[in-house]
């Protein structure tokens, strides 16, 4: 087109100009898409060879098979395996697993568990006899109160002062070493078996609850004949059917009542008891050996115990080898029956009992010179010696292979005096709702 001044003139083309920079956008479009697909593929290549050299160190570690995976774990203590169980699902697997549980219990040493009193602990100042209750402190009313479905406005307040913390005492080279289980309860132990233990249900009069302080593992038993402490006897034992928890009780005729429950069962069943007048006292724990439990019947002078056999559920009477008197005790050594008596002249005879139709035998003599009044504690598994206490809380080991006694420092401010205090224990994982896998239900 031709200008007033004979020029050309340009016009604006807006449908032009608009192309033009739609190719521009397109462009820039384009660019950033290229950048975008490179970074993306520079992630995917630094990701390859971060996960190549994973693999390259992975395939460096040699492969160990799980028996010897195994075997290294079981050489860890109690407290290693519980947070060892979810390294990996390999190794929850393991530690779970019926094999693992049952050869970490034949490898558990005899402890002395017993409570430990609030009111008596908050005033100790040394560091290892403080009980510090914390968040982790496992409670067994507050887990009752979650079985029970109770909401949390409507469950009592529990006073400190009212609370005991579970704790072991562990005898070995001379030294007594206390240990925690960071729990809390407020009834007595009335059994202990491979790790388990049988606790009164305070806030519910007569119920019991079962259960492992190691794993932390409880449940609540069903209720049976209700009858006052000093008139009944628990104990808990091991059997092909599973745990077995047995349970005597005197009426006022002086008669001997027995039930049985199996764990995992919602009732009780009623059985013959010993015949009547055997058992007249229930001031000692029942003592599991040779396939049966014995009761020493008497406080003082008894010339038989009353064992009843565990599978067939019969009581029997065995003469003792010489009177019980007050401090001699009955206990288990190896699987047998070993009855400990103070004889004349200073002098402990130990007298051991292989099979309930067999006879006693008097295997050792222990001198104790110028010691007074010692009373049995037990026997240790891997260590041919025995503990004894004395009426002032003082602790004696005799080694038979040394015939040497000598006196365990014991810290008297934390151990209990009274013998129906503690009570013989093992540290354990095991379970009565044991599967062929494993566990049903471990609390982490």
Known sequence: MVGNDGGSVMFFNPITHDRADRVKMAEKA?????????????????????????????????????DCVSNI????????????????????????????????????????IFLSPFNLVSRWSDKDSVFRENTNT???????????????LHRPLIASSSKYAIRYMMLADGKTTIGEFNATCLGKIRATCDGLIVIDNILKKGELVIMNPVTRELDL????????????????????????????????????????LRIGERSWRVIDGPSFGLLKWFGYEPVFAIGALHWVPEIDHSEYIVSMTIDDE????????????????????????????HEEMNEISIWILESLLGE????????????????PLYFPKFKWEIYFMDKD?????????????????????????????YTIHVNSLVSWSITENGHDNIDP
């Open 30 to 66: 384009s660019k950033a898409m290229s950048l975008l697909k490179l970074a993306e593929e520079r992630a995917t290549l630094k990701k390859q060879l971060e996960e190549g050299k994973q693999k390259q160190r992975l395939d460096s570690v040699p492969y160990l098979p799980k």
């Open 73 to 112: 774990l079981i050489r860890l203590p109690l407290e290693s395996l519980q947070r060892s169980r979810f390294v990996c699902k390999p190794w929850y697997s393991i530690i779970n697993s019926r094999t693992f549980v049952h050869d970490n219990l034949q490898q558990a040493e005899k402890v002395l």
């Open 138 to 152: 496992f409670s067994v009313e507050a887990k009752i109160f979650d079985l029970k479905s109770v909401h949390v």
């Open 221 to 260: 038993l069903p209720l049976g004949t209700i009858y006052p402490s000093h008139e009944e006897s628990f104990a808990l034992v091991n059997c092909t059917q599973g745990y077995k928890l047995i349970h005597l009780f005197r009426d006022e005729s002086q008669f001997i009542g027995c039930e049985v």
């Open 314 to 341: 019969k009581f029997y009477k065995i003469e003792l080898p010489k009177v019980s008197r007050f401090n001699d005790r009955i206990m288990e050594v190896s699987g047998c029956l070993c009855f400990v008596a």
């Open 360 to 375: 006693w035998k008097n295997i050792y003599t222990i001198g104790v010179g110028c010691i007074r009044d010692l009373i």
């Open 393 to 421: 809380g003082s602790v004696f080991a005799f080694d038979f292979e040394k015939e040497q006694m000598r006196k365990v420092v014991v810290k008297k401010e934390i151990f209990p005096i009274h013998q129906s205090a």
